[in-house]
């Protein structure tokens, strides 16, 4: 590299880091997203906690209409990182394995999954309920309402 090209290179670093040294560093405005359009990750996280405790999941499977005691013989949950057992249970899933109308399905891939979204309520989906494995080939299969099965 010539002299020439060697100052012009330092002078056009020192110019840009003047001008970041004067800008405000707006990943960290935690003025919201009204003020602002970048977003702050902390915050977001800590308005929306992911976990939830042993009340809440029964309060959602009572709503949905289990026997809370019998749904939770057949529970397995995965504790959130932040809990602290044996003083805090905090869980950030769960799986229940046993569906209304069908019962116990402990020894498959059909389950309630149990998690908390951004509305502050645990909700349930069903895993696994309605695929078969069609013979021979890799094509999905769908029970229908009717019993019938279909692949493809």
Same mark, same amino acid.
Request: glycine letters at 8%; hydrophobic letters at 40%; aromatic letters at 10%.
């Given at each position: 590299?010539?002299?020439?090209? &060697?100052?012009?290179?330092?002078?056009?670093?020192?110019?840009?880091?003047?001008?970041?040294?004067?800008?405000?560093?707006?990943?960290?405005?935690? %003025?919201?997203?009204?003020?602002?359009?970048?977003?702050?990750?902390?915050?977001?996280?800590?308005?929306?906690?992911?976990?939830?405790?042993?009340?809440?999941?029964?309060?959602?499977?009572?709503?949905?209409?289990?026997?809370?005691?019998?749904?939770?013989?057949? &529970?397995?949950?995965?504790?959130?990182?932040?809990?602290?057992?044996?003083?805090? /249970?905090?869980?950030?899933?769960?799986?229940? /394995?046993?569906?209304? %109308?069908?019962?116990?399905?402990?020894?498959?891939?059909?389950?309630?999954?149990?998690?908390?979204?951004?509305?502050?309520?645990?909700?349930?989906?069903?895993? %696994?309920?309605?695929?078969?494995?069609?013979?021979? &080939?890799?094509?999905?299969? /769908?029970?229908?309402?009717?019993?019938?099965?279909?692949? %493809?």
């Amino acid at each position: 590299m010539s002299k020439q090209h &060697t100052t012009a290179a330092i002078i056009f670093a020192v110019i840009i880091l003047l001008v970041l040294a004067v800008m405000p560093a707006q990943a960290q405005d935690i %003025g919201g997203a009204v003020q602002s359009d970048a977003l702050y990750l902390p915050q977001i996280a800590w308005t929306f906690p992911m976990w939830f405790t042993i009340d809440e999941l029964s309060q959602a499977q009572a709503d949905a209409g289990y026997d809370v005691d019998e749904a939770q013989m057949h &529970t397995n949950c995965t504790l959130d990182v932040t809990a602290v057992p044996p003083y805090l /249970y905090r869980f950030s899933e769960c799986k229940q /394995y046993f569906i209304l %109308g069908v019962g116990p399905t402990e020894g498959t891939d059909h389950y309630i999954l149990w998690l908390k979204l951004n509305d502050g309520k645990v909700h349930s989906i069903e895993v %696994g309920g309605t695929m078969v494995q069609s013979a021979g &080939t890799d094509a999905p299969c /769908y029970t229908e309402d009717d019993g019938e099965v279909t692949c %493809g």
